[in-house]
């Protein structure tokens, strides 16, 4: 396989690339994804434009209380092992250290699995979830889009042909938030999810009433989805388990899974309730146990 | 203390430094001046004629030095036995995945891009991809002139049927008259690769003056020598195979895959070529375990006594039965189990579907069979009350009785593993929660016989050489060779070294499998370095002045040395031996063959698990494996093969499964073909049940592919036994559990405790 391999070392550079190449280069952040396509699956291309050598492009930072930025190179390990992403988004930690396995896990981004746009995107739902604001930049100038709105399908987004993915912003959230990511595999490791489920509830003073919930699913459709109708059952309410109950069940009818190699239609329609389920009263035990300290 | 020397100890295997520093050569890192890559086109239909082929693009694209079509090759079917399998598809493909061309270009890129300007016109026929189907009468035929074949056991006209054999003892009609309870069940089994980490890689060159020399991928050397001098036409002579370190084998590495496309092709361009199939080509058209449908019924007094069995298994052959050394499979004898049954009937059948060619896998037709007998076991013993143990116990077979096919074993030891396994296990304790789960199963497998041959030479430095023709595919056997020339010789590990040498220069040996290496090999070896031993002490007795004639009872060998039994000062050395007897080496050869294997091995297995009611994952805690193994040579290698061979199992009982559409493999990647990863190994305590005379040497029996066997029946048992869901096939993947929990009304309505957090 020829192939021209571009080396820029600032994003100006990179940007100016990937205006002249367009959709002729292909992105190389950890290489996890595209290094498969190009090597067992017959992707062919003619530029591979790497952002490895950018070192502007890697970091996680701490926005002064407004939030916190992953620059596109920040691994999966790296977002992980963040003292400031374990104390503020532990549903964001479950996800990148459920991704395949420790080595993938140290190549692999958290931007490139969102650019791939899988439906079973570990770092999807926790993010969706967050409202997590896409920086992406190209030499027109940058724009910033919500992470909802970045999906189109299985490995379509809204990246037109000249940009980049420059960060992800992940605004701070309310004190008493729980969060939690489950995955269901058939094994403990290099897996991809049959189901990924992200759940956060937000709690006012009390224990009971919840201010906030917001649920987010992977390998349900084509894209990586919020639940909004489960979210409002539970939104403003005094929590108890029909209502979890219900907010399962609202959930699987959002969802519009299909039957694949890693498991049937059905099958993940009930496991999205039962993990809805077990997700919804992980994040409430882990949103009771936050003090309002922050 | 131990009275030997170098065996019953734990060694390191001999060839660890090499694998793990990388030194270690195999097929794919043979590099020849001018070598070309081979690859493949295959077939992306299941069942369908070739129109017409044209490789004129592939062929004018630069760098590309031969293009092969079946016009290039001998209009030959070959096969281990049955000869069913073209080289290359003729006007007709059988599979998707079967090789309908090949190029040779100067790098694997330009021969994969000339590969995709070859054009095939197809035109599409019906295909048969289902066992059943394939049966009945009328069915697409897979093989029209299939009773014109060489090496059918029995010509029939007009069938996807290859072969039909039954073993009978008794009179089942008598037998179920008799029984006061008849149940039945069926069970079924998927495709499973072998999972080994090396693909099949072939390098052929042919030298000047027309002989060739073969690298392969091959745990039988001299079975490749055999079967391209078949294919060309020529005498053994011309072709020399020369063995590399094996990546894994598991049955998988027996068969010439591309080997003779590599002549072929090396003919065509006058260079040396090398073909490495890729992971995806390897799910798409090796050589895997057969997928089976298993059909039992037993009749049982109300005491709980089995006394009537039939059994009738359908083994998915896919579209070709070439991979198979016997076209049968071992796996349909185990359908009787391990118990004393006084009428049986069993019916293997081995049928023809458009889908990829099944082959060899560790202990081949076995745990498909295990699985359903030992499932069924545990239903049958929960219909009459009885704990699954005592059920088995009960029926269990014993020293003296015939087995369910009537054969008369010496020493039956399956009670001993019984009892070893459930000392060492949890069985009959308290259940530590609610849906934890413990289960049983037992299986049964001989030590293979064969031929194997070796020459044992001690130098005039009094180190050793093993010249064997004898390959370690991975299985440690290698090991257990030096260990067994280093008992026989009294010298350490490190004065002997074991040269498995090519075709042209060892004697002949079957091949690894069956588990006949420690037997076969090592009974050749033993015997070769006993002879040299004798050599030596008539050596030293002649310079020690004893009599010739009581060498053996009067001198004795240690650590290199020779001495005189009543006065150890006086001593030669081994070097010292050789010299005197004015030689530079002494040598020997013997050759071992065995036909008749009148003792076999037991196992017992318990499986703990822990089975999320929700979700239907299942984890696997804790294996106790007992095996009556005769005795251990090296022991840490016989726990190797067992825990390998347990989380192959876990593999085959949980995880793996080449699924399919329409006769096509949806998931050749490993990705999503799922091979137990390290994260989901249990706890493994390993019991070895030693004292039962064995074939091979120091009484060993055969380890390597029984381990694999009774691990998926005693999980399928344990997952019954914390959730109450029993699943007849594999995989048992949480879906399938949850299905079954929905069906009895248990899923989803009792209220589960696990935990705020997982």
Redesign the interface.
């Known amino acids: 396989?020829?192939f021209e391999l571009l080396q820029p070392r600032s994003l100006p550079e990179a940007l100016e690339m990937k205006g002249k190449y367009g959709d002729k280069a292909k992105l190389l952040a950890g290489g996890t994804d595209l290094m498969v396509l190009m090597k067992?699956r017959g992707l062919r291309t003619e530029v591979v434009l790497s952002l490895r050598g950018i070192r502007e492009l890697d970091f996680i930072r701490s926005q002064d209380g407004r939030g916190v930025t992953l620059g596109a190179l920040a691994t999966h390990s790296a977002v992980a092992r963040s003292s400031i992403i374990r104390k503020n988004f532990p549903d964001l930690v479950e996800a990148c250290a459920q991704v395949s396995?420790i080595q993938i896990q140290n190549l692999g981004t958290v931007g490139g699995n969102l650019c791939n746009a899988s439906p079973a995107a570990d770092a999807a739902p926790p993010l969706l979830v967050l409202d997590a604001v896409l920086t992406l930049a190209s030499t027109r100038g940058e724009r910033r889009v919500p992470i909802h709105e970045f999906f189109l399908g299985p490995r379509q987004t809204v990246l037109m042909s000249d940009e980049i993915l420059k960060e992800v912003f992940i605004p701070q959230t309310a004190d008493r938030r729980g969060a939690?990511y489950?995955k269901?595999g058939?094994?403990?490791?290099?897996e991809?999810a049959i189901i990924g489920i992200g759940v956060a509830i937000h709690l006012n003073g009390s224990d009971r009433e919840i201010t906030d919930c917001r649920i987010a699913m992977g390998s349900v459709a084509p894209t990586p989805v919020r639940a909004r109708q489960g979210e409002e059952i539970l939104r403003g309410q005094e929590v108890n388990d029909e209502l979890i109950e219900e907010t399962a069940v609202a959930a699987a009818e959002e969802a519009r899974p299909i039957s694949d190699?890693?498991?049937?239609r059905e099958?993940r329609l009930?496991?999205i309730?039962?993990?809805c389920r077990?997700a919804t009263?992980?994040a409430l035990?882990r949103a009771r146990g936050n003090g309002v300290e922050g | 203390m131990s009275e030997y020397y170098a065996v019953g100890k734990s060694v390191a295997r001999v060839d660890t430094l090499a694998k793990v520093t990388g030194e270690a050569d195999y097929t794919a890192d043979v590099m020849l001046p001018g070598m070309l890559y081979g690859k493949a086109l295959r077939s992306p239909h299941a069942h369908a004629r070739i129109v017409r082929i044209s490789t004129r693009r592939a062929e004018s694209l630069p760098g590309v030095k031969a293009v092969i079509t079946a016009k290039d090759v001998p209009d030959i079917l070959i096969g281990l036995k049955l000869q069913d399998i073209p080289i290359l598809a003729r006007d007709r493909v059988r599979f998707a995945g079967e090789k309908v061309a090949a190029v040779a270009a100067v790098d694997e890129e330009t021969a994969q891009e000339a590969i995709n300007l070859i054009e095939v016109e197809y035109e599409e026929l019906p295909a048969v991809t289902d066992m059943e189907e394939a049966m009945k009468e009328g069915a697409v035929l897979v093989h029209e002139n299939l009773h014109t074949y060489a090496g059918l056991p029995k010509p029939v006209k007009n069938t996807n049927t290859m072969a039909h054999e039954v073993y009978t003892k008794g009179d089942t009609a008598e037998g179920f008259a008799k029984a006061d309870l008849v149940f039945e069940h069926t069970f079924r089994t998927p495709i499973v690769h072998q999972g080994y980490l090396e693909p099949h890689a072939a390098v052929v060159e042919i030298n000047k003056d027309g002989s060739v020399t073969v690298w392969s991928s091959n745990k039988s050397p001299f079975r490749v020598r055999g079967l391209m001098a078949e294919i060309l036409g020529v005498p053994f002579t011309r072709i020399r195979v020369i063995p590399n370190f094996v990546g894994g084998d598991f049955g998988g590495k027996a068969l010439v895959i591309d080997e003779p496309l590599c002549y072929y092709m090396a003919l065509k361009s006058g260079r040396p070529v090398k073909m490495v199939m890729s992971r995806q080509e390897e799910f798409l058209a090796s050589s895997p375990r057969h997928a089976s449908i298993i059909h039992l019924k037993a009749g049982l007094t109300k005491a709980g006594e089995l006394v009537a069995w039939q059994a009738k298994v359908v083994f998915d052959s896919g579209a070709y039965a070439a991979y198979k050394p016997g076209v049968v499979l071992g796996g349909t004898k185990k359908l009787g189990g391990v118990y004393r049954i006084p009428h049986v009937r069993i019916d293997g059948y081995y049928v023809y579907t458009n889908t990829l060619p099944c082959g060899h896998c560790r202990a081949p037709g076995d745990p498909q069979a295990t699985f359903a007998v030992e499932c069924f076991v545990d239903m049958l013993a929960s219909q009459v009350r009885m704990d699954p143990f005592r059920f088995r116990w009960l029926n269990a077979l014993d020293k003296g009785d015939l087995s369910p096919t009537g054969d008369p074993w010496k020493g039956i030891n399956l009670k001993e593993t019984m009892t070893a396994a459930v000392e060492k296990s949890n069985w009959g304790k308290h259940k530590p929660n609610k849906h934890y789960g413990i289960g049983i199963a037992c299986a049964e497998r001989a030590t293979g016989t064969g031929e194997s041959s070796a020459v044992v030479i001690v130098n005039d430095d009094g180190s050793a050489n093993l010249i064997t023709g004898s390959m370690d595919p991975g299985t440690g056997s290698r090991t257990i060779l030096c260990q067994i020339v280093s008992e026989a010789l009294k010298i350490p590990m490190d004065r002997d070294t074991i040269n498995e040498v090519d075709t042209d220069s060892a004697p002949y040996d079957q091949g690894a499998g069956a588990g006949r290496t420690t037997f076969v090999a090592g009974q050749s070896t033993y015997r070769a370095a006993l002879d040299v031993r004798s050599q030596l002490l008539a050596s030293a007795a002649k310079v020690l002045g004893c009599p010739p004639g009581q060498a053996q009872e009067l001198i004795d060998a240690r650590d290199g040395f020779l001495f005189l039994l009543s006065d150890p000062s006086k001593k030669i050395s081994y070097a010292q031996a050789v010299k005197a007897a004015g030689k530079s080496q002494f040598m020997a050869q013997e050759t071992f063959s065995s036909k008749q294997m009148d003792d076999t091995c037991f196992a017992t297995h318990i499986a703990e698990v822990q089975v999320d009611p929700e979700t239907g994952v299942v984890e696997v805690l804790r294996v106790t494996a007992a095996h009556d193994i005769g005795f251990a040579i090296n022991p840490a290698g016989s726990e190797g093969q067992i825990e390998g061979g347990i989380v192959q199992g876990i593999g085959f009982a949980l995880l793996e499964e080449l699924q399919r559409a329409e006769g096509k493999v949806t998931n050749p990647t490993l990705a999503d073909y799922k091979l137990c990863t390290a994260a989901d190994a249990p706890k493994i305590v390993t019991v070895l049940v030693e004292g039962a005379p064995g074939a091979g040497p120091f009484q060993a029996k055969a380890i390597g592919e029984i381990p694999t066997c009774p691990i998926a029946p005693a999980i399928a048992n344990a997952i019954f036994d914390a959730v109450g869901a029993r699943v007849t096939e594999l995989p048992i993947t949480g879906e399938k559990i949850v299905e079954v929990l929905k069906k009895s009304g248990t899923f989803d309505r009792v209220p589960v405790a696990l935990g705020e957090e997982r």
């Not at chain 1, 058939?186 to 290099?190: E, F, G, Q």
Request: a positive charge.
């Open positions: 396989m020829r067992e396995c939690t489950l269901l058939k094994r403990k490791a290099m991809i190699v890693r498991g049937s099958y009930d496991m309730r039962v993990l077990r009263r992980a035990a």
